[in-house]
């Protein structure tokens, strides 16, 4: 076998052994409230002009 292959016969019937009992992830458990807030001298302009720099540099 190449690199990469693999037998198809491994893949069926796979079973696994999951523990019911577990506890879960929480997804909620990090939940932070707030606000965010900063100060800047560069114009809405300015900002929005160099996100669209930045744009077009992610398309070259």
Do not use: P
């Not at 900002?47 to 930045?54: A, I, Y």
């Amino acid at each position: 076998m190449g690199f990469g292959s693999y037998d198809e016969s491994e893949q069926k019937n796979q079973e696994v052994d999951a523990d019911d009992d577990s506890e879960g992830v929480s997804v909620r458990e990090n939940d932070h409230e707030g606000t965010v807030s900063f100060e800047t001298d560069a114009s809405t302009d300015d900002l929005v002009g160099r996100l669209d720099e930045m744009k077009d540099e992610d398309d070259e």
